[in-house]
Structure formats: C-alpha cells, structure tokens
C-alpha cells in the first residue's frame, strides 16, 4: 500500500527539547492516528483525530488534523529519555480504502541524550 | 482497556515447517489485521478479515493464508516457510463503522531457519 511521506525520519534532541514531526497525503483522510513503538514491541496509540482542524493533547503530546484533511502533526514537549522510540502516522482514506485499511508512514526515530 | 494479545512473542522455525501464529482481541472488534514489519520496509498488511469466515488480501499475501472462525481470533499461517518469511508479524483490530481506529498486539517475532 501506498506510504504516507513522514519526516522527519530521524531526530537527535537533548532532554528537555520540543519534538515536532508531521506526515503529509496525496489524498483527503477521514482518520489520522500517532503511534509509538519501542523496540521489539507493537506500536500503541498515543493520539486519534477524526476531523479536520482538531488539536488533540495527550499529556505532554499535541496532534493535529491539518484542515486541508491531507497533513498532520505532533508534538512531544519537554521530552524526557522515555520518549525515545519509533513514532508512526497512520490514516484512513475514504477515496482509496475500505474496510478501515490504515495506511502509514516510515516512521520518525526520536533519540533523546540527556 | 483495549486488548490485542499475540500466542507467542519469539518463535524460531526451520524452513519448509508450517507456522501458525495466532491473535486474539477482547474488543468485539469486526475487523482484524495481519502486518509483518522489516527494517526500512515499514508496516506492510498482509491479509485482513471483516467479519467472522472473510478474508481479503493485503498487499503481499503471498506465502501466507489466514482464518477466522471466532469473531475475537485471527490465524496467520505460513503453510510452508521460508527464510524470506523472517520478520517481526502484527496483528491489530479496529472497529467498523467509521472511526477504524487500529490497536495492535506486541507482535511475534518470527525466525525461520
């Protein structure tokens, strides 16, 4: 399936900086979802958006469903070495998939030094 | 709290064995998800089922079959495996009607030797 263009694809921050990365469509989405991984695990949801222009927090995250319903964001404040992970978008297209089919981004590698 | 759990969490199989992984969710969820994950490849489905006994391919099938008896569990198989088939494998649910929002088991992951 079709990827979503994530970037950044990889970040090297100190403790205690602002994370931001987005992931961008070629085509409208219904759905955009944030998932983190950590190594040897399956991703788990951090943030689900279901329309456009919603700003979403969870604790110390923000996400965003950018209004032309083809790009969204996230952002980790004041990250902390726990943040260190894969973090991936993931999105439901009403024009190219049924059947609630996800499609997702390559990911963004955070790596957080204190 | 949403639950997808996976039978096993590391499984080492020798080549031409058949491999049955298993995935289970407590969410009554209609839809359920088989992905398998390789380095700079990302996240690719391989078969996915809507209902109880339906099945439709994802994008590499090839190699594998699936089943669902139960609404709650979904089976990958691999009938006969092959050394390409060495991968992390996820499963996730969603449910139907609109939000499709996935949540994903810890995945298996699959040596073949």
């Known amino acids: 399936g079709q990827q979503l263009n994530q970037s950044p694809q990889s970040m090297f921050i100190q403790e205690g900086e602002d994370v931001s990365m987005n992931c961008t469509s070629s085509?409208?989405?219904?759905?955009w979802l944030w998932y983190k991984q950590d190594p040897g695990e399956g991703p788990v949801l951090l943030i689900a958006?279901?329309?456009?222009?919603e700003l979403t927090s969870n604790g110390r995250l923000t996400a965003q469903f950018g209004i032309t319903r083809k790009d969204s964001f996230l952002n980790i404040s004041a990250s902390i070495p726990s943040d260190v992970g894969i973090y991936f978008c993931?999105?439901?297209?009403?024009?190219?998939?049924?059947?609630?089919?996800?499609?997702f981004g390559a990911g963004t590698q955070v790596v957080v030094t204190p | 709290d949403v639950k997808v759990t996976q039978s096993s969490r590391y499984l080492v199989k020798r080549t031409g064995e058949k491999v049955f992984l298993e995935c289970v969710q407590d969410?009554?969820?209609?839809?359920m998800f088989w992905y398998r994950q390789d380095p700079g490849l990302g996240l690719r489905l391989i078969y996915f089922?809507?209902?109880?006994?339906?099945?439709e391919k994802g994008d590499i099938p090839e190699g594998y079959s699936v089943s669902r008896e139960k609404k709650e569990r979904f089976s990958l198989i691999l009938e006969s495996a092959s050394t390409n088939q060495t991968s992390m494998y996820l499963c996730?649910?969603?449910?139907?009607?609109?939000?499709?929002?996935?949540?994903f088991g810890p995945g298996t992951r699959l040596t073949v030797l």
């Open positions: 996730a649910s969603s449910a139907s009607g609109g939000a499709y929002t996935q949540y």
């Open positions: 085509s409208i989405f219904n759905t």
């Open positions: 958006l279901y329309k456009a222009g």
């Open positions: 993931a999105g439901q297209s009403p024009t190219t998939d049924s059947w609630g089919k996800l499609q």
């Open positions: 969410m009554d969820h209609e839809n």
């Open positions: 089922s809507y209902d109880v006994k339906m099945k």
